[in-house]
């Protein structure tokens, strides 16, 4: 059963124009959301988070909201550059209550192409 | 750079054919984890090391071990590969399991090609 979803697997965008990247959950008990940027080749790379205290985080060009009461959160990127092509990795952490640590659980991604 | 390193990037094996992949860290981290990725699928949590506490999920299968030496190391063995452990493999570290402590630094990968 996936916890986290990410419906859509692939996004085209113009450059200049937004990237919305959207992101569903399940567990109510997440309480710590991350994104991170994956190029081909490499590992997933830390992006950006928000504390589900939260409904807004801002850095930069990219920009997380979560809506709590949706499950929903969503990453922005305006204005969006070629360099943003890669592919988009949605995780939740919550606490294992069993382990005394917090784990994350992945989407599966979204692949974004930034058209020049 | 401080950065999380895993050998060799591309690893094949035969069916049944035990195989290690490593991984090593110069961040400091007490934690290792390793991962699984299919293609297409969401990287799935095998076990993690806190310091040399070892932390196994659930439903990873008795097939897969991990050892930690020390705290710049960490393998995973699959003692015997089956063709569907063929997978990307993911190792990350981060600084702690606190609340506070939630960013996971990852490494490039290792492919595995089961023949």
């Known amino acids: 059963d996936q916890q986290v979803k990410q419906n859509s697997p692939s996004l085209s965008v113009q450059e200049g124009r937004i990237s919305i990247l959207n992101c569903d959950y399940t567990?109510?008990?997440?309480?710590?959301f991350l994104w991170y940027k994956k190029y081909p080749a490499e590992g997933p790379t830390f992006l950006i988070s928000?504390?589900?205290?939260?409904d807004k985080n801002e850095d930069g060009r990219f920009t997380v909201f979560l809506n709590k009461s949706a499950k929903h959160l969503s990453l922005h990127i305006v204005p969006s550059q070629p360099g943003d092509s890669a592919v988009y990795f949605c995780?939740?952490?919550?606490?294992?209550?069993?382990?005394?640590?917090?784990?994350?659980?992945f989407g599966k991604g979204t692949k974004l192409s930034v058209i020049p | 750079d401080a950065m999380v390193i895993q050998n060799p990037r591309y690893q094949v094996t035969q069916f049944g054919k035990p195989v290690t992949l490593s991984c090593s860290q110069t961040?400091?981290?007490?934690?290792m984890y390793w991962y699984q990725q299919k293609s297409s699928q969401a990287p799935k949590l095998l076990f993690h090391?806190?310091?040399?506490?070892?932390?196994n999920e659930a439903d990873t299968p008795d097939n897969f071990q991990s050892r930690r030496p020390n705290t710049s190391f960490c393998f995973l063995d699959i003692r015997s590969p089956g063709l569907g452990d063929a997978a990307m493999y993911l190792c990350?570290?981060?600084?702690?399991?606190?609340?506070?402590?939630?960013?996971?630094?990852f490494g490039p990968g290792t492919r595995l090609t089961v023949l």
């Open positions: 990350a570290t981060s600084r702690d399991l606190s609340y506070s402590i939630h960013e996971q630094f």
């Open positions: 567990n109510s008990m997440f309480d710590y």
């Open positions: 928000i504390s589900s205290i939260k």
């Open positions: 995780a939740a952490s919550a606490k294992n209550s069993g382990a005394g640590s917090y784990q994350l659980t």
């Open positions: 961040l400091n981290h007490n934690v």
């Open positions: 090391y806190y310091d040399k506490d070892f932390n």
